[in-house]
């Protein structure tokens, strides 16, 4: 399994950007289907986002296509998450996932990180 460490949250207005990291340990990242989810207060964590081990292939909730970008370097063992014009309802605890895998995953995820906190005012 790999390790995973989440940074790059923080405080933005509604209509800015903010672009998370998620650094995994092990040198089989490239093996790792990698996923983003997010949990808002009160509900469940939800897929955000999930790119493919070898990054050909993306998978995107409905209401961020458009504005959020998944993409991975991994040389450096690492996932982003470029998040552009975001809104109120995009505040949650994001956290980066990995599991095994040839496709782009929305389910079944098995390793995951300590998550970073997104917030977004109106």
């Known amino acids: 399994q790999v390790q995973l460490l989440e940074s790059g949250g923080g405080l933005v207005q509604a209509g800015g950007s903010l672009r998370l990291s998620c650094a995994a340990s092990?040198?089989?990242?490239?093996?790792?289907?990698m996923g983003w989810f997010r949990q808002a207060p009160g509900k469940e964590r939800a897929f955000v986002a999930g790119?493919?081990?070898?990054?050909?292939?993306?998978d995107y909730t409905d209401s961020v296509k458009g504005r959020f970008t998944i993409s991975r370097d991994n040389a450096k063992n690492t996932v982003y998450l470029q998040m552009n014009n975001l809104k109120p309802e995009d505040t949650a605890v994001y956290y980066c996932?990995?599991?095994?895998?040839?496709?782009?995953?929305?389910?079944?995820?098995?390793?995951w990180g300590q998550g970073t906190q997104v917030t977004v005012s109106s």
């Open positions: 092990g040198r089989t990242f490239s093996g790792y289907a």
């Open positions: 996932a990995a599991r095994v895998g040839t496709v782009v995953q929305r389910f079944f995820y098995d390793c």
């Open positions: 790119i493919s081990p070898n990054g050909g292939s993306t």
